[in-house]
Structure formats: structure tokens, C-alpha cells
């Protein structure tokens, strides 16, 4: 990945391959300090289909017009993982070998994502440390003492994953929505004890979130996904315990224009204003914070973090009354298995809404994080 940013930083103009969400969120990005990239216009492979002729005021030109760019341009892939691959194939055709992925789940997004939070957070004075620096002055002692242990989601209907490693001594799994099927894939499951297995379909995995609030022992409770995982070394985990850090999150997802909008136009956009009524009910004083999280851009992806495990207790102490408030305010849409999942959905949200909230009285680090296909 060194090498595919230093080819970034040293470009200054560039194009973008998509002008879907994906290329809008990148070439955002990439426009925006510190960066400041020229995005001379954006690259589709039929213009005919576009409803419109441009992507933040940039033109949209069709794969046929690729020969009249230069030999030696830059070109941004940036679409869902699913179209890259053709995609590289045609650009490999026409003899355009000068490209990077910054599609919607890679590691380079997701780095260039994070330089740019770090960047702007810093403006506005709200204090976050990239990881690694915020554990730079630690020593290293023996990882026996501590009590780490990061969850794993797991199901039986997981994509079986050609690159993903074995887990690290501190991953543990659990299978979530357990109590819908009979098979096992983990030692752990979220069925076990005070739980809310059954509710797996529309919490997805917020149920094993409950599970860990109710019964993980450990000092620093974690949890992330089969795909997704915190890249950590055993020295990391060994400073965190160590450290004074509260919280460790990913890079969160820019959403243009703002994450409201990109909500209803994902999901279904009443969920949206259920959610503010269970906050102005639940709790008022976070009203402004519903409100800047859906007026801005950002937000923390994926139900990935790693917590104090008091943190976490206050936390899911408040969101699962959230959650449990718009259960009860919206309708079950079994027939839909994708919308049904509307807490899963809302859940990041949520925990954008409680870190805001919190931010200034937190110690929060940002992670790196790899997704495995």
C-alpha cells in the first residue's frame, strides 16, 4: 500500500473511474486539503445511461474517450468491488495500466479516508490520534497480563474468504443469530445465557454486541466482522492495555451530500426520523447530535470498535433503548431480507450519535482495518 499512496501523493491531476456514490465520496476527498487533487473529470462505460453530465461540477466522459487523455494519467477506480475487476480489464485493453483502486471496501480507501478525518478533525478541534501515535510512547510488556479479546461475527452463511488469516491470539468468534439455526461455527455463540439471538435478521450483528455487554469479562471488549478485522500486532494490543485510550474506531465513510440524504436513499428514510424520536424520547440532550451527524458527512462504518468495557457498558446501556424504541416504532419487514435489517443499519449511526456526544471526554484512536474477499 506504500507504494500505491506515494503514486497518489505525487500525482496532482487525475481521473476517476465511476460516478456513482463511491466516485462522488472519493473525488470529494481527494479535492478536499490535505490532498487538493485536480479531478479533471470522471470516467463511465456508458455515458448514454448517466442522468447526468457531471460529478461535483466535473465532466462525465465515456470509456470510449480514454484515448484522448494522457499516456500517462492517473486513474482512479472507484466503484463497488463488484464492477472493479471488468473494469481494470477494459482500462488494461485500451492499454491504461495507470491505476488504482479505491473502491468502496479496499484498504487504500479506507487509508486515504482516514488521512483525511485526521486532518480535519484536527481543525475542528475535535481530539482523535491515529493508533500507532497514540501508543508511540508505550513499552512493550508481557501480553499475559493484560485482557484484550476482539469478537468476530460469524454465521453459517458466510462467504467462504480465499486471503483471510488465522485469528491472532486476542480474536475470539461468535456466531451471531444463533438461536435461528441449529448448525454451529463458533465455540461462542450470541444464544448463550441473557441474549437477544432471536432478533439477529433486523439487529444483525448488534445482537452479538448485547451478548458481549451482558456477559464478556474483559478489560477491552472488541468487535468486528469475518471480512473486516483491526490490523493490530501483538504489541498493539499489549500498549492499548497499557494506554489511557477509551475507544478505537476505523476511518468513518464521507457521505456527499450528507448522511442523512444517503441514508433514505439506502434504506428507508422514515427509519431516519424514528431514530430522532427515540433520541428527543430517550434522550434530549443528544438531539444535536442526531442533527450534526445527519447534516454532515460522516460516520463511524461497520459496528467495528474496541472499547474499555465500562465504556461499552454505558454505551449499549443507552443504544439498545434506542434500538428497542425503534423496533417497537417501525414496522417488521420480513419479506424484505435486506431492509428488514433496519437496526443493523441504524446501529452505526447510533454509535456516531453517542461518540459525538461523548467525543471530548473520550480517548479515541483511530485503527487501520483490512477487509479479506
Known amino acids: 500500500m506504500k507504494a500505491e499512496l506515494e503514486r497518489l501523493y505525487q500525482t496532482k491531476d487525475l481521473y476517476i473511474y465511476g460516478a456513482g456514490d463511491v466516485a462522488r465520496e472519493v473525488g470529494y476527498c481527494l479535492s478536499q486539503a490535505p490532498f487538493e487533487k485536480t479531478i479533471k473529470a470522471f470516467i463511465v462505460t456508458d455515458v448514454k445511461k448517466e442522468p447526468v453530465k ?8 465515456g470509456i470510449g474517450e480514454v484515448d484522448d487523455i494522457e499516456n500517462d494519467a492517473l486513474i482512479i477506480v472507484a466503484v463497488l468491488e463488484k464492477y472493479r475487476d471488468e473494469i481494470l480489464n477494459s482500462l488494461q485493453s485500451l492499454g491504461r495500466t495507470n491505476c488504482l483502486c479505491l ?6 480507501w479506507t487509508e486515504v479516508r482516514k488521512t483525511w478525518f485526521l486532518y480535519h478533525m484536527d481543525e475542528q478541534d475535535m481530539p482523535v490520534k491515529e493508533l500507532k501515535d497514540a501508543l508511540k510512547s508505550l513499552e512493550v510488556n508481557d501480553v499475559t497480563k493484560h485482557n484484550l479479546t476482539i469478537y468476530s461475527a460469524k454465521s453459517p452463511f458466510d462467504r467462504i474468504l480465499n486471503n483471510c ?13 444463533a438461536a435461528l439455526v441449529e448448525e454451529r461455527v463458533s465455540a461462542i455463540t450470541d444464544f448463550d445465557g441473557d441474549n437477544i439471538s432471536l432478533k439477529n435478521k433486523q439487529y444483525n450483528e448488534m445482537t452479538a454486541l448485547y451478548w458481549l455487554w451482558k456477559h464478556a469479562k474483559d478489560d477491552y471488549i472488541g ?3 469475518y471480512r473486516r478485522k483491526f490490523d493490530l500486532t501483538e504489541a498493539d494490543v499489549n500498549k492499548i492495555c497499557d494506554s489511557v485510550i477509551d475507544v478505537i474506531i476505523t476511518a468513518p465513510i464521507i457521505n456527499i451530500p450528507d448522511v442523512k440524504y444517503m441514508f433514505g436513499k439506502n434504506h428507508v428514510d422514515s427509519d431516519w426520523d424514528v431514530f430522532g424520536d427515540a433520541v428527543k424520547a430517550i434522550s434530549p440532550e443528544y438531539i444535536e447530535d442526531y442533527h450534526r451527524l445527519g447534516d454532515g458527512i460522516l460516520y463511524v462504518p461497520y459496528n467495528m470498535v474496541i472499547m474499555k468495557r465500562k465504556v461499552l457498558c454505558a454505551y449499549c446501556e443507552w443504544a439498545f433503548r434506542v434500538f428497542q424504541y425503534v423496533e417497537d416504532h417501525t414496522p417488521k419487514r420480513e419479506e424484505d431480507t435486506y431492509q428488514r435489517r433496519n437496526i443493523g443499519f441504524l446501529s452505526e449511526r447510533v454509535m456516531t450519535v453517542w461518540l459525538l456526544h461523548h467525543w471530548k471526554e473520550l480517548n479515541i484512536a483511530i485503527a487501520d482495518k483490512s477487509f479479506y474477499e
Open 165 to 177: 488469516p488465522e485469528s491472532k491470539a486476542w480474536e475470539k468468534d461468535i456466531q451471531v443469530g
Open 54 to 61: 457531471s460529478v461535483l461540477d466535473k465532466p462525465i466522459i
Open 223 to 225: 468487535l468486528c466482522h
Open 103 to 108: 473502491t468502496y471496501e479496499s484498504d487504500l
